[in-house]
């Protein structure tokens, strides 16, 4: 059961609910923002994130990873959206450096991966200490946050849409009910469930210059496969390339704005294209990918008529959702140990006991809603994100603030398949459902629709 906003602040630690603030704290405030960008890209030799087959540490550098950050404000609230080019957010320990860090800056400070496969492996502990590219990385990040709320500037935001379908399911449901891995679509037959939305934010200078420009997408970034042992942020990375030498070139617009990928809920989603060997033109793969999304962002995103918000409006909360192991937790060890060995296992290892699920959300002007999810949701829960949502505008945004694994559907947990029955989802089933429930009702708060008594009492 939901509980009305507590009055306690993230300050406090990481997972603390955030405070709700009255709209009233706002009225008459302007909009604030600001962008960075920092290279955390490692020096050779980190092992690479996620292909269990891949053995061997990376040995170069395709395309630098980068952490891109804004900054968002209006009257005494503030957050940072941290967008990094990983396969999964910072560990606990590592967050809560980071929002202690950063606290001075920023009421609040969201971090979110983009999920690429071609970036360092990052865990929740260390068994031989963090690594020292994980150290560096925090500190650039924590200069970066520091850096732009110096240079925060008076902003208008709009948001469009678009489709492109850029991938398909990887789950392939047959007549008989059972489910087959369908890892490339190379004829780009069609699949469901996908979602082929784009959903762009763009955020301009009062003079009409374009800051920033977030692009929410489902796709796994799956361009290369285990045979890449170079570092690269895959097609979001092509992706964020294209849509800003799209501004660049217009006459209209003196500086080229900062473009993020907001990786939304790709956990049954791969790009038609997946795991394309290096010596068969991954390369060209990745770049046409993200060329092909970033030409249908731009052309959104060019099309976006921002306007000033003379009562800005900036509310946020962060709740717990608490769930158990979804297997039995002695024979899901025993297996885990006997498939990866017992330290081939700590990787993927989850805790044993309950899991606390961080289920950020924000409310920009009282009319675009953002649910961030601290793993891999499946495709369906973006979709009915915003169905369900109480304003029009509604984006999902997955692996933020923490790693839990999978979050499959009831129905696809029945069915089963990777991400759906094999150990890498964790997590009792119907935890995404619960996630969503989450977001509508704080939404629900945040707007007033909810209340602190009774109606017979408040009258």
């Not at 053995?55 to 941290?82: C, H, M, N, W, Y």
Request: hydrophobic letters at 40%; a negative charge.
């Amino acid at each position: 059961m939901l509980n009305k906003p507590s009055p306690r602040t993230l300050r406090s630690g990481w997972l603390l609910l955030t405070t709700l603030f009255a709209s009233s704290v706002c009225w008459s405030s302007t909009l604030r923002a600001a962008v960075a960008k920092v290279d955390i890209t490692p020096a050779p030799g980190a092992h690479l994130w996620g292909y269990s087959n891949r053995q061997s540490p990376a040995t170069g550098t395709l395309d630098s990873l980068f952490a891109r950050v804004l900054i968002l404000e209006a009257g005494k609230q503030s957050l940072a959206l941290v967008d990094v080019d990983l396969g999964r957010p910072f560990g606990p320990a590592s967050l809560q450096w980071l929002r202690n860090a950063t606290q001075k800056d920023v009421s609040l400070l969201i971090l979110a991966a983009t999920h690429t496969h071609s970036g360092p492996i990052v865990q929740d502990d260390y068994p031989f200490g963090k690594p020292a590219w994980e150290t560096a990385a925090l500190q650039k990040i924590a200069q970066a946050v520091s850096e732009a709320h110096q240079k925060l500037v008076d902003v208008q935001i709009g948001i469009g849409y678009g489709v492109t379908f850029i991938g398909h399911n990887r789950l392939r449901v047959n007549s008989d009910g059972s489910v087959s891995w369908f890892e490339r679509n190379l004829t780009e037959l069609p699949t469901a469930p996908v979602d082929g939305t784009v959903s762009v934010l763009r955020i301009d200078k009062t003079d009409g210059q374009s800051l920033a420009i977030l692009v929410n997408y489902a796709c796994h970034p799956v361009i290369f496969g285990s045979d890449n042992l170079q570092y690269s942020a895959d097609f979001p990375g092509a992706m964020a390339r294209t849509v800003e030498e799209a501004f660049a070139s217009k006459e209209a617009f003196a500086s080229k704005p900062l473009c993020f990928f907001l990786q939304g809920a790709p956990g049954d989603i791969n790009p038609y294209d997946a795991v394309s060997p290096v010596e068969q033109d991954a390369i060209e793969m990745r770049d046409h990918t993200g060329s092909k999304l970033g030409l249908e962002a731009a052309l959104i995103a060019e099309g976006i008529h921002t306007k000033p918000e003379r009562d800005a409006d900036l509310q946020f909360a962060e709740d717990l959702v608490n769930v158990r192991m979804r297997w039995d937790p002695e024979k899901w060890r025993e297996a885990m140990i006997a498939v990866f060995g017992a330290t081939g296992s700590e990787t993927f290892s989850p805790k044993l006991d309950d899991i606390q699920l961080p289920v950020t959300t924000i409310l920009i002007n009282r009319r675009i809603a953002i649910l961030c999810m601290p793993g891999e949701p499946f495709v369906e829960y973006q979709i009915t994100w915003r169905q369900r949502s109480p304003v029009h505008d509604a984006l999902l945004v997955g692996y933020a603030n923490a790693y839990n694994g999978y979050f499959p559907t009831i129905r696809s947990a029945t069915l089963g398949g990777y991400g759906a029955g094999n150990p890498a989802t964790w997590v009792e089933v119907g935890a995404g459902d619960r996630m969503i429930d989450t977001g509508v009702t704080r939404i629900n708060w945040m707007l007033g629709g909810l209340h602190e008594l009774p109606e017979d009492f408040a009258k």
